[in-house]
């Protein structure tokens, strides 16, 4: 399997694992994860690239390591002109067991198959 039937495969797969419990949408809150492992990466990858209609994205694995939200800027044109789109946010959600990325353009929630957690205490200001 080649890394661009890969990419396509997962893409598909966390298309599918969208999830539409009203109760999880009522009870998640933002969360946060230190470090993505590899796997971590690439399914974050997946969802973020299928969501926005894009075959790649570039994430670094600590983008939840300070706060639960990724913006993803827009991709210059071949001139390198300037970019009027703002960039598309997704937050890293939980309900205490679930771990969910949504688009907050569309509103949809993708369920992750790796655990995130809630910051407490001070950390859940920022």
Excluded: W
Aim: a neutral charge.
């Amino acid at each position: 399997m080649t890394l661009e039937s890969l990419i396509i495969s997962m893409s598909l797969f966390a298309l599918c694992a969208c999830t539409f419990s009203q109760a999880a949408y009522e009870n998640a809150v933002p969360a946060r994860k230190a470090a993505l492992s590899r796997e971590e990466l690439a399914e974050v990858k997946s969802v973020v690239a299928g969501a926005i209609g894009q075959a790649t994205v570039r994430i670094r694995s600590d983008v939840f390591a300070r706060n639960h939200i990724l913006g993803l800027e827009p991709r210059r044109g071949l001139q390198g002109g300037l970019i009027l789109t703002p960039p598309r946010i997704f937050h890293l959600l939980t309900d205490g067991d679930v771990c969910y990325l949504e688009d907050r353009e569309t509103g949809i929630r993708y369920t992750l198959t790796f655990s995130c957690t809630a910051p407490q205490g001070e950390d859940a200001l920022r």
